[in-house]
Nanobody
Framework: QVHFVESGGGLVRPGGSLRLSCVAS????????MGWYRQAPGKQREWVGF????????VYADSMKGRFAISRDSAKNTLYLQMDSLKPEDTAVYFC???????????WGQGTQVTVSS
């Protein structure tokens, strides 16, 4: 069963912006804090940030603060990641899952590739 479907990735120049989306199963979306994660080539998956189930103030990893913004639309069961001032080191496959992911019983989705390059 597919629980998360990520989309919105692509190729963007340094300094550019992208908005990622993640559609989650309704029962999951309404019950959990939701997080964004990313995995760069040759590296372990890392946490980007999360937002609580009731849409409280998001929390971000230090390297994303001020550049990334997470939001959620409960009516659409959709999680968003607005990424601005993108850097080459942001290149990765981006995933969503519940937060924290180590407690998640749900398989990862296919992710969406973000490539930042001139």
């Amino acid at each position: 069963q597919v629980h998360f479907v990520e989309s919105g990735g692509g190729l963007v120049r340094p300094g550019g912006s992208l908005r990622l989306s993640c559609v989650a199963s309704g029962s999951i979306f309404s019950s959990y804090a939701m997080g964004w994660y990313r995995q760069a080539p040759g590296k372990q998956r890392e946490w980007v940030g999360f937002i609580t189930a009731n849409g409280g103030r998001p929390v971000y990893a230090d390297s994303m603060k001020g550049r990334f913004a997470i939001s959620r639309d409960s009516a659409k069961n959709t999680l968003y990641l607005q990424m601005d001032s993108l850097k080459p080191e942001d290149t990765a496959v981006y995933f969503c899952n519940i937060y924290p992911s180590y407690s998640s019983p749900y398989d990862w989705g296919q992710g969406t590739q973000v490539t930042v390059s001139s």
